[in-house]
Nanobody
Framework: QVELVESGGGLVQPGGSLTLSCAGSGYMISPYPMSWYRQAPGNERELVAHITNDSGWRRYGDSVKGRLTISRDNAKNTVYLQMNNLKPEDTAVYYC?????WGKGTLVIVSS
């Protein structure tokens, strides 16, 4: 079965940190660019971060610039999203995306 599997979501306090992982299962993430999206209740799904295969180009949404870092380890077939100084407005379901597949999402709740 071909799928992307996210993990690492959960409850974190404001100002805290969290790292999300996205592992390909029956799906080789290299040589593809990969992305993280998120969707908060009642909102449209938005791009959070994007990374090329060699990590040479990365793009972030304005709301997360400077707080989130996307990275990847092609040998482990995994892409990561390191999140620092989290805010309540970061609460959302976070999705990993490749060219033809979406992960099922992992929930991040930022609350005291």
């Amino acid at each position: 079965q071909v799928e992307l599997v996210e993990s690492g979501g959960g409850l974190v306090q404001p100002g805290g940190s969290l790292t999300l992982s996205c592992a390909g299962s029956g799906y080789m993430i290299s040589p593809y660019p990969m992305s993280w999206y998120r969707q908060a209740p009642g909102n449209e799904r938005e791009l959070v971060a994007h990374i090329t295969n060699d990590s040479g180009w990365r793009r972030y949404g304005d709301s997360v610039k400077g707080r989130l870092t996307i990275s990847r380890d092609n040998a482990k077939n995994t892409v990561y999203l390191q999140m620092n100084n989290l805010k309540p407005e970061d609460t959302a379901v976070y999705y990993c995306k490749g060219p033809d597949y979406w992960g099922k999402g992992t929930l991040v709740i930022v609350s005291s």
